[in-house]
């Protein structure tokens, strides 16, 4: 029999690799662009079996989908054990019970608020990619932040706002919000993993960590959510006051930003403490 398009001969990768194996003298009728289509739909754990059933076939365009395909699956392994190796605080500290991780964004704008945010992850989980959010792109800091809020246990976030900033000063308005970030909890933490800080006004164990959000998953997860969240508001921001930017800057001092707020003046997200050498304040 010729081969149909693979969508229309099999549900799963198996039926194919069992239909390829049926058919060893016909695999070559196979198309090419077929077979790739197959790979690039398949999950990572169903490369083996593509790779075992096309393995014989020798045209030059399938073995470079093969050693694509195996490219693929060793980064994907480098990954699993890279997320290990940031898994090491989570097993130092299993025994000390629910483990959530501690983190902010936003305490070096010139506006916005500082956004802290708290994560508790299952003990199994594994979240490919996570990383100190500085360090990935806004597309994979969006897709990682749907997967951690379908996957933690429990998420917490905190805020706190440009006045309470000028208030009390950035670094009190920090633990306020990791405070607060904490308190939403639907879970409460035996142990929290910070990033770099101990926050004050909790009684709850800490573990302070200096970049903590390149060495713990935790950590990362919570860097994540606070990231996400703020940039989210930033562009909500940048709706009502579209002169600074604030859509692409998020409140840091761009050269634009700095620019729009010597023309127009601040706007009431900006923090006055923080602005005093750009604009004159009454």
């Known amino acids: 029999m010729a081969f149909q398009p693979v969508w229309h001969i099999a549900a799963s990768v198996t039926d194919v690799r069992d239909e390829c194996i049926r058919e060893t003298g016909k695999r070559m009728e196979r198309k090419i662009s077929e077979i ?22 020798t045209r030059s365009g399938v073995q470079a989908v093969i ?14 054990k890279r997320l ?21 964004a936003g305490r070096g704008p010139l506006a916005g608020p500082v956004v802290a945010g708290a994560v508790i992850l299952p003990k199994d989980c594994e979240i490919l ?11 994979k800091r969006e897709e990682l932040y749907a997967v951690i809020m379908e996957k933690a246990q429990a998420v917490g976030v905190g805020y706190a ?19 607060e970030a904490v308190g939403a909890l639907s879970l409460k ?27 713990s998953v935790s950590i990362a997860a919570a860097s994540i959510i606070a990231k996400v969240t703020r940039d989210r508001l930033m562009r909500q921001y940048d709706s009502l006051f579209p002169e600074y ?9 761009a050269a634009s930003h700095i620019a729009a707020l010597q023309k127009y003046g601040a ?12 604009v004159a304040l009454e």
């Open 129 to 139: 990619y996570l990383n100190d959010s500085k360090q990935l792109s806004e597309k």
């Open 245 to 253: 930017g604030f859509a692409q800057n998020k409140g840091y001092g």
């Open 67 to 80: 050693a694509g395909a195996e490219k693929r699956q060793k980064a994907v392994l480098d990954e699993k």
């Open 161 to 179: 706002s440009p006045e309470r900033i000028d208030e009390i000063n950035i670094l009190q308005a920090t633990y306020e919000a990791m405070r």
């Open 267 to 278: 706007t009431p997200i900006h923090r006055k403490s923080f602005i005093g050498n750009f």
């Open 36 to 57: 790739k289509a197959l790979f690039q739909a398949a999950a990572v754990d169903e490369l083996p079996e593509l790779i075992e059933a096309f393995r014989a076939d």
């Open 84 to 104: 290990e190796g940031m898994k090491r605080y989570e097993h130092q500290y299993a025994q000390a019970g629910v483990i959530c991780g501690i983190d902010e």
């Open 189 to 215: 933490p035996d142990i929290l993993l910070n990033d770099a800080v101990t926050i004050p006004g909790l009684s709850i164990r800490q573990v302070p960590i200096i970049k903590g959000d390149a060495k």
